[in-house]
């Protein structure tokens, strides 16, 4: 009974050590797996370079094909700079991937410097690499060969002018043009038509040429002798009033008769009884013709034009000379009448003129806006550099980098004593001034101590330099800000409103960027008027441009 259940015993035992073993082999090609960990390389070409040569810096990755692999970016690899970052290879093999990627690094100061352990990051798991130690030599100059020279000092440079000479061919050409067609069409002597060649000729000889070309008309032949006799009489009427100075177009027949006749008798016009006569029966028909529907022989009609043109005639010889002072008089008139003309073209080309410039304004403002219009026409300082030829540049050590519209000049800052003794460099450039709202301004410090840079107190003391300039009643708020290479920094922004003489009730918005790291501090700060769309863009403009080298 023992023995068997012994026996029993032992079977239970050996099968449960067969399902271990069992489950163990299984279980291999799992664990297998698992125990490969990934693997990080890195290595340098050189441990030794002159100034402004490169290392490469080369990191190898070996993982899992389904791993994710973040390399380091950006200026991680201070105190030299990153100049260029490469994928440079990327190798399958089953399930395992190799990737490479190749960083060129340089410094422009000699020494001996250590590049920090960077950071690989696998499937959210940080793996350092090792740190190397790498001397930066200078580059030997043979001063007996080439001479040395000072540093020269800043000089101003005047503003370019090519945009204002632009802006001004511009205007010139659109005045050239709207006086060239104001000349063309008002102010210039234009050929004259022949209606206008007629009119300006004398009386007499108008009203033989008007006679002449009557003879020609077809008004006889298409039985149209109301046309013609009112054609006829109009002309002599008209002579009659412009020379003999008689108001005969508004005169009745008996009327202009008695006229004519009392103009004999006082011996002002030296006419013939028979003349008078003739020319009484020619209105006398004219007047049957018109309102009494008479139809006189076409002969009788070509006669009466002859002895209108006698009448006419005859009229002009009995007509005394004119004396000196009417022919003074005259060109008087004439003069004044030109003159009348001259000033009727003035007005004429001055309304057309203020009519293009009006209706022009008013297109402009319907499709740019009033405000545009007015400050692209009347100048505004912030549109002026928005739209002005920006500058792009480096100032301080370490380097801040951002385009402006205008350079931004080197400052001569004092520091007090006790700060001084903390300070080993500071450069600071400016381009306006706070007080004048629009300003732009950078400063690089680097300390003698390797310290953390005080972020807070140096914000502090630009927001008081703020209030003692006239900023009061100051709202501060801040976000974390990135670069463009993305380097991380402090954004302080908000509002106040300036109490200044000068820009009293206005209201002011600012930025201060702060960056830095062990011994040193950049920082930019901007100011501009609240609500001012140009200084808006020029803002936006420079803070996507900003880049800092973070290498003290």
Known sequence: MRSEFLHSNKKNIQGRVAKAILGALLLLPFLGVSQIEPKVEAEVDTLAIKIGEQIHYTITVDADST????FPEGQTFSPLETVDAIIADTIRNKDRVTLQRIYALTQFDSGAYTIPPQIVTINERQIFTDSFRVKVADVAVDTTKQKMYDIKP???VERSTADM???AL???????????LVYWFFI???PLTE???VALLPPYDRALLELKKLENSKYLIQDEYKQYYSELTNIVRMYLEEDVHLSAMESTTSELITKLEMLKDSGELKLGDDTIHQFQKILQTADLVKFAKSKPATSVAEQDRKLVEEIVVKTHEALPEPTEEDLMLNEEYLAELGKKKQRKRIYWAAAIFAGIVFFGGAFSVAYFGF????????GYPTKELLEGEWVSSSYGFPPIQLE???????????????????IKQLQAFSYGSYVGIFSVSTSSVTYKAESEPDFDTAIGAILSNFEQLGLKNIITKQEEFTTQSGVKGIKTFGTGNLETPAQKGKKAKYNILSFGGKGFMQQVVITWEDGDEYAEQIVERILNSLDVKTQA
């Open 67 to 70: 791993a994710v692999v973040n």
């Open 154 to 156: 800043l000089i101003e």
């Open 165 to 167: 000479w632009i802006t």
């Open 170 to 180: 511009i205007i010139l050409l659109a005045l050239l043009v709207i006086g060239g």
């Open 188 to 190: 210039r002597k234009k």
């Open 195 to 197: 209606a206008e060649k």
């Open 371 to 378: 405000k545009q219009v007015k400050d692209t026409v009347f």
């Open 404 to 422: 402006t519209p205008d350079v931004l000049v080197r400052q001569e800052v004092k520091l007090p004593k006790e700060t001084e003794e903390l």
